[in-house]
C-alpha cells in the first residue's frame, strides 16, 4: 500500500546518522524532533484513513452477510407457500451474494491488516519522540561538556605557547646579563695599571703626631732613664 510505502522510512530514523552530519548537533536535535511531530501529525491523519477504509470494508462485508441470511429467509419463506421457482431465484442471489462475501471479505482482511501496520507504526513513532525527548536534555548536557573541553584544549594548547614564550623571555635575559658582564669585563681592562707611586706619597704625606704627644712620650722615656 502506497501509505505504508510513504512512512516506512520514517520508522527506520536515526538521531545518529543525522548527528554525524550536523555541525550544531543541539540546534539539530530540536529540528529533528521538530520534523518527527510533523510526520507524526501526518501519520495520524493516514492512520485514521487506513482505520476508516478498515470498517468501511467491513461493514460492507457484514453487509453482504446479512444480505445472504435474507435471501436464504426469503428462499424458505417461498418454498413454504409452494413457490419454489422464486425459491431458487432467492437461492441464486444468495450464491451471488456469496462470490460478493469472499471478496469483500478478502477486502476487509487487507483493509485490517493495513490498519495494525498504521497503528504499530503510529505507536513506534510516539514511542520513539517520547524517548528522544527523555534524552534530549542528556544529549545536550553531553555536547555542553564536549565544547568546554574542546575550549580548555585549546586554552592549554596557548598556555604551552607561552611557555614557550617565558622560556625565550629568559633566554635573551640571559644573553643581555652575559653581553653586561662582557662589557664590564671590558672596561676594567680598558682601565690600564695603576700608578702605586701615588700611594706610596699619601702614606708620607700623613700628618704626624700632635707636638703634645711628642713632648708627652718625651717626658715618659725620660722618667725611664731616671728609674734605671
Same mark, same amino acid.
Given at each position: ?44 491523519? !493516514? ?12 461493514? +460492507?462485508? +457484514? /453487509? ?14 417461498? $418454498?413454504?407457500?409452494?413457490? !419454489? ?5 432467492? *437461492?441464486?442471489?444468495?450464491? *451471488? ?25 503510529? =505507536?513506534?513513532?510516539?514511542? =520513539?519522540?517520547?524517548?528522544? /525527548? ?46 653586561? =658582564? ?6 676594567? $681592562? ?26 708627652? *712620650?718625651?717626658?715618659?722615656? !725620660?722618667? $725611664?732613664?731616671?728609674?734605671?
Amino acid at each position: 500500500m502506497s501509505i505504508l510505502a510513504r512512512f516506512k522510512d520514517i520508522m527506520s530514523s536515526n538521531i545518529h546518522a543525522l548527528l554525524d552530519k550536523a555541525e550544531d548537533p543541539e540546534k539539530m536535535i530540536d529540528q529533528y524532533l521538530r520534523n518527527l511531530d510533523k510526520d507524526l501529525r501526518k501519520v495520524k491523519s !493516514e492512520t485514521a484513513t487506513v482505520m476508516a477504509e478498515e470498517q468501511r470494508a467491513k461493514r +460492507q462485508w +457484514q /453487509e453482504c452477510l446479512a444480505d445472504m441470511e435474507k435471501m436464504e429467509q426469503y428462499a424458505m419463506k417461498a $418454498l413454504e407457500a409452494g413457490n !419454489e421457482g422464486d425459491a431458487r431465484k432467492f *437461492l441464486e442471489r444468495k450464491a *451471488l451474494l456469496a462470490e460478493k462475501s469472499t471478496e469483500l471479505e478478502n477486502a476487509y482482511q487487507l483493509a485490517a491488516s493495513n490498519a495494525l501496520q498504521m497503528r504499530q507504526m503510529h =505507536d513506534k513513532l510516539v514511542s =520513539d519522540i517520547k524517548a528522544l /525527548e527523555s534524552r534530549r536534555n542528556m544529549i545536550k548536557a553531553k555536547w555542553s561538556v564536549a565544547k568546554t573541553q574542546e575550549r580548555l584544549n585549546k586554552l592549554g594548547a596557548q598556555t604551552a605557547a607561552s611557555g614557550s614564550s617565558i622560556s625565550a623571555f629568559k633566554r635573551m635575559e640571559e644573553k643581555v646579563d652575559q653581553a653586561l =658582564d662582557k662589557a664590564n669585563a671590558m672596561a676594567e $681592562l680598558n682601565k690600564g695599571p695603576e700608578d702605586d707611586l701615588d700611594d706610596l706619597m699619601k702614606k708620607y704625606d700623613t700628618p704626624s703626631s700632635s707636638p703634645g704627644v711628642e713632648a708627652e *712620650l718625651a717626658a715618659l722615656k !725620660e722618667k $725611664l732613664n731616671k728609674k734605671d
